[in-house]
């Protein structure tokens, strides 16, 4: 497994990175277990203080962290600022509700007095992946820290400058010497470390591939783990919708990070009445961007993380064609210098379509016809997937409604989904299990600890 920089805009490979030995991994293990021990028993506002000071260090730090992103990923040079801003913002959320989160709950038991209380439980290792690079840090480092647990993290390949530096943003924060530690190791060596007795449990954000063989290890080895898997979200347009509200809405939601968000809308079930006027703005929205130089304020589509990732998504599209997928817009590089590919809109793909259960990772668009709104739940709850999903509608009991006949995690009414520290994130089905962030991310590897007398 090569851990390097690759421009995906420019092609150039800009650093390589050895990978720690087996022995490094040892110690790193070691380090992280002994650093528990003390790092727990510190009082939980000074837990918080090394939190407080990361954001300071994040925010201080923000316009050369958000350009490693911009350089080893493709990100737009401001959403690259948007998220240093959101990592800060949630490693004060934990700073700031540690102790709230932490605080001694009495039961009122009939067989006497019953506390529990909320404890770390041990080293945590954490698999990340590069299409949020701190980001996805955050979500981890924020509550694992707070009550006390050390953390190991094994970030993506490919944006191995970005981990080493939110790395030292930790250690400069305070959180060295086996408290936070970046590792750039094997998937045979993650197993490894996965196994042995000292690390408690095992965070993942994947693809469900990987999600499947982590799991299986974490579950032989009995340990904890979260799952936050692919998502496929509809976004369902009903006939009384704002449909030019819609169809924006829509475009900036498939198009964020070039489509490889795993809470985007992928899938666009519109009822039949207002599909044609729907379909036609969304159009005009999806072709309504600037690709370019990620850097350039100009620019509003960003190359895709890699040559390999745009050439299986043209592959994936090719694939749903000849199953019997139609290409409204798109489909292809669209003539331009790096990895870029066309916004895109596939119709037409019918549920013997492989292409019809599919996650598409990508600037790629399905878009379906619905006979109602009942057939847009339907449909829409026709996928190995259960991540968020959107619906657009002037009804809000309507949009309460739908929603509650949706089988996901999270959905947003009139709006694209996102993230916020104070929201719970995760889904069901393929989509993996446990949250992240809030108060529920805070609580999913601690020891809820009964004390009776």
């Known amino acids: 497994m090569a851990y390097q920089s690759v421009n995906p805009f ?28 003390t790092w727990r028993k510190r009082p939980v506002e ?55 989160f ?40 924020g509550p694992n820290l707070a009550v006390g647990n050390s953390l190991i993290a094994k970030h993506a390949p490919n ?21 936070y530690t970046n590792v750039f190791i094997t998937n045979d060596q993650a197993a490894t470390l996965i196994a042995d007795a000292r690390i408690r449990g095992v965070a993942l954000t994947g693809s469900e591939r990987a999600g499947s063989a982590v ?3 974490a579950g032989h080895a009995l340990k904890k783990s979260t799952m936050e898997l692919g998502g496929s979200d509809a976004f369902i347009v009903l006939d009384d919708a704002d449909l030019d509200s819609a169809a924006k809405i829509g475009a900036a939601s498939r198009l964020h990070n070039a489509g490889q968000v ?37 620019t509003t589509l960003q190359p895709m993380n890699s040559e390999t990732a745009l050439e299986n998504a043209i592959a994936q599209v090719r694939a749903a064609v000849a199953a019997g997928a139609k290409i409204v817009i798109g489909g292809g590089r669209g003539g331009m210098q790096g990895a870029f590919m066309e916004p895109t809109i596939l119709s037409g793909v019918a549920r013997d379509n492989p292409a019809f259960h599919l996650e598409f990772f990508s600037p790629v668009a399905m878009f379906f016809r619905a006979k ?44 694209g989904g996102f993230s916020a520290p104070d929201l719970p994130f995760g889904g069901v089905k393929n989509s993996g299990y446990g949250r992240e962030l809030a108060d529920l991310g805070f609580g999913e590897f601690v020891n809820k600890k009964l004390i009776h007398n």
């Open 372 to 415: 109602d709104e009942m057939d847009a739940v339907d449909i829409a709850n026709d996928s190995p997937f259960g991540l968020g999903a959107m619906v657009m509608t002037k009804d809000l009991e309507r949009a309460k409604r739908v929603a509650a006949e949706l089988d996901t995690g999270m959905v947003f009414i009139n709006q």
């Open 215 to 217: 799991a299986s290890e």
């Open 102 to 141: 932490m605080a001694d709950r009495h039961i009122a038991a009939a067989s006497g007095n019953a506390t529990l209380v909320t404890r770390a439980m041990g080293a945590i290792f954490c698999i990340e992946p590069w299409n949020f690079p701190y980001y996805q840090l955050a979500r981890v480092v």
């Open 46 to 100: 000074e837990r918080a203080d090394v939190l407080l000071r990361a954001a300071g260090l994040l925010r201080s730090r923000a316009v050369d962290l958000a350009s490693l992103l911009t350089r080893e990923m493709g990100k737009l040079t401001r959403d690259a600022l948007g998220e240093v801003e959101l990592s800060a913002h949630i490693l004060e959320y934990y700073a700031d509700h540690a102790a709230e």
């Open 262 to 298: 795993c809470n985007a809308a992928k899938r666009f079930i519109v009822e039949e009445t207002v599909a044609d006027a729907f379909l036609e703005k969304f159009i005009r929205e999806m072709q309504a961007v600037a690709p370019g130089d990620p850097a350039l304020p100009t």
């Open 10 to 37: 420019t092609g150039k490979l800009l650093q390589t990175f050895g990978e720690h030995t087996d022995k490094d991994v040892a110690r790193v293990i070691s380090r992280a277990h002994t650093a528990f021990k």
């Open 159 to 179: 944006v191995p400058q970005s981990a080493l530096a939110f790395e030292q943003v930790m250690h400069d924060a305070g959180a060295g010497n086996g408290v």
